[in-house]
């Protein structure tokens, strides 16, 4: 088959997007290993869109941040949110896509990051969009010029923090695809003199502030550019003052619902913001002015010779730009520069600059997640500095191949050093695989393969959960306690129970053995130690049976005294008889014969609190009461109970143990 002259560009764009899917998808589900917190967070709530839950939902805590948020201005209970709270807040449109990959593919980590791959993937389409609109084709220039698209869509495929993010199941990328279907739509409207492509670029802006913080600072592109033209050239915003409007009404329209969310809830929209600009190693304390123009050097050193070194983000130290792609920035801003009356390549410069705000206010510059927005100014930009370059070639030299061989190389020397130091000095990162929480992620399909009736625990208890949770698609899934006080939570009767120990809590995985004659070790990961307890086990193994009811929440339903000459012993079999969102303190008190308090333990339930325990649980405690110096002996009382520790309110009526007989 021929392929004609105007077929090529069409062609070659289809080879760059292959390239660009090629990239993104490959071994997506083993690279990165593992699953990253941050990726497991945003899948529970994709879950919970999906199982019908009334939002806010929180995991691991959140709540206490939302406690914060709310108040005085309480949340309003939704199937459908505008805003995610937990985790420090995320927009939602991410998390909504994220929901129909896991319905597509299940709760795995390529259903998360397969957004973000296909984001990726649509944005090296949309940047050519936007760069062709930028600078329409023309017959005078190389290739008709179509070069400048297909070079700044090549640039972005193989941009390598575009590739890293691409992979990566944050919602970073997911701003991409509608910021430069924004850009591609107002310069149609611009040079077209089309309200309606100027109302679709305002639509594509408001759009693009569900996806990503750092989406708040891109319509200061088009403010800039405005104020530009302003100046240089009053009559051409004039003319086009209805598309103008229509554009801003759009984009106001579309965000509202965002902005409604916002003003409602303030708290959200600068707790983000705050906590990124006042953290991280380059913060001044006290300074945030002098912070940012420190960062500006950091954020442009990132571009060209030192890059983020957080090894999530990028192979440490690694540039954003390969140096083939630097000089062509350069080039390409250099000449935007000198051409800035021409209303493209002041747009450009004012688009480029403004995505680097997000890195340069933040307090651990360069992060190169905060610089996902640059990514297409900066391809657009490579592109311009490429064809002033293969223009130059073919201009100095008679045959017609040689700048088609120039850049031939040049792009495959960029894709080259891309995919090395991704697939394989990146992959073979020692850290990589803790620091995307593989040691969860297996342990949660572990917990996950079980049967579905089993009573699942992990010990030591740990504040991030997600990765976990995610893979068993279940927040309440698994309960995690430390047993380093002999606490053991003995699971449901009838029921298997599975215990995840990992290998430095040794006491706990002995406790559990000692109590659970029947239980059995059995092969499991390197990171955990899997003990199974059959379901006929017995439960409550004290030396008295008891049946006390606390105010229909926790019944005692055994227990065991030992004492010596200067502490009594107690070991108590709790059981859950229903939920509770409150952290009960338990309590053992002594009285003498006249009902006097003569000694007392009170403290929560050991490394396991009540809010954790479910219905049918049963708990064993040990609670170690200290008899005072000058204690008499005689014959006291022991008795116990529950109460919530906020209100010191007593939960039901306090449990008689019996008497106990002191020399």
Do not use: C
């Not at 990566?168 to 149609?188: K, Q």
């Amino acid at each position: 088959m021929v392929v004609s002259r105007n077929q090529w560009p069409a062609l070659l764009l289809l080879v760059i997007l292959s390239l660009a899917a090629g990239l993104r998808f490959w071994y997506l589900d083993r690279l990165p290993p593992g699953l990253y917190h941050d990726e497991a967070y945003n899948g529970l709530d994709a879950l919970s869109l999906l199982q019908g839950k009334v939002f806010p939902q929180y995991y691991e805590g959140w709540e206490l941040y939302g406690g914060d948020a709310h108040a005085d201005n309480p949340a309003a209970p939704t199937r459908l949110p505008v805003f995610f709270e937990g985790n420090y807040g995320r927009e939602p449109l991410h998390i909504y896509l994220v929901a129909l990959s896991i319905w597509l593919f299940g709760n795995t980590a390529f259903a998360i990051r397969a957004v973000m791959a296909t984001a990726g993937t649509l944005a090296v389409f949309t940047t050519w969009l936007a760069a062709r609109a930028l600078y329409p084709p023309d017959s005078r220039r190389l290739m008709r010029g179509e070069l400048l698209p297909l070079l700044a869509a090549f640039s972005l495929a193989v941009l390598y923090p575009a590739l890293t993010f691409s992979r990566f199941g944050i919602r970073a990328m997911v701003l991409l695809p509608p910021m430069t279907l924004a850009v591609y739509a107002f310069w149609r409207g611009w040079n077209g003199r089309s309200s309606v492509w100027m109302g679709l670029a305002g639509f594509f802006t408001g759009l693009s502030l569900y996806t990503f913080a750092a989406s708040r600072l891109f319509p200061l592109a088009f403010v800039l550019f405005g104020l530009f033209m302003l100046i240089v050239d009053l009559p051409s915003l004039r003319e086009r003052w209805r598309g103008l409007a229509l554009a801003t009404g759009a984009a106001l329209l579309t965000a509202l619902p965002l902005l409604w969310y916002f003003i409602r809830y303030p708290y959200f929209f600068v707790f983000r913001m705050s906590f990124v600009a006042n953290r991280g190693a380059g913060v001044v304390e006290g300074a945030p002015a002098l912070t940012w123009l420190l960062n500006v050097g950091r954020v442009v050193g990132g571009l060209f010779w030192k890059g983020d070194t957080h090894l999530r983000h990028n192979l440490p130290g690694r540039p954003y730009l390969d140096p083939l792609q630097a000089l062509l920035l350069v080039a390409g801003t250099v000449g935007g520069v000198r051409f800035i009356r021409q209303p493209a390549n002041a747009f450009m410069l004012s688009w480029f600059g403004v995505m680097l705000l997000p890195s340069i206010l933040s307090g651990d510059a360069p992060h190169f997640g905060r610089l996902v927005g640059l990514a297409p100014p900066a391809a657009i930009l490579i592109g311009s500095g490429g064809t002033w370059l293969a223009e130059k070639i073919a201009a100095g030299v008679r045959s017609s191949w040689v700048a088609p061989v120039a850049l031939i190389g040049l792009s495959a020397a960029s894709l080259t050093l891309t995919a090395r130091d991704y697939f394989d000095r990146y992959a073979s990162q020692p850290d990589l695989s803790r620091d995307f929480y593989q040691a969860d992620w297996r342990l949660g399909q572990y917990a996950a393969a079980q049967p579905p009736e089993t009573v699942l625990y992990l010990s030591p208890s740990q504040e991030e959960m997600a990765t976990i949770y995610f893979a068993l698609a279940d927040p309440d899934g698994i309960r995690s306690f430390n047993g380093d006080d002999g606490l053991i939570p003995a699971g449901i009767p009838g029921q298997p129970a599975v215990y995840l120990v990992r290998p430095a809590a040794e006491a706990v995985l002995s406790n559990l053995q000692a109590y659970f004659s029947s239980g059995e070790m059995r092969p499991s990961e390197d990171n955990f130690v899997a003990f199974h307890v059959p379901a006929d086990a017995e439960r409550v193994r004290t030396d008295t049976v008891a049946d006390s009811d606390f105010g229909g929440v926790i019944k005692l339903v055994g227990y065991t005294i030992d004492h010596t000459d200067n502490q009594v012993l107690i070991t108590l079999a709790w059981k859950a008889v229903v939920a509770t969102p409150v952290d009960y303190t338990g309590f053992v008190h002594l009285l003498d014969a006249n009902g006097e308090l003569a000694a007392q333990t009170d403290r929560p339930p050991a490394g396991y609190p009540t809010s954790d325990w479910r219905p049918g649980e049963i708990i064993i405690d040990h609670f170690r009461v200290e008899l005072p110096p000058d204690m008499l002996p005689g014959t006291y009382r022991l008795r116990t109970g529950f109460y919530d520790p906020a209100t010191v309110v007593r939960l039901g009526e306090a449990a008689e143990l019996g008497l106990v007989n002191l020399p």
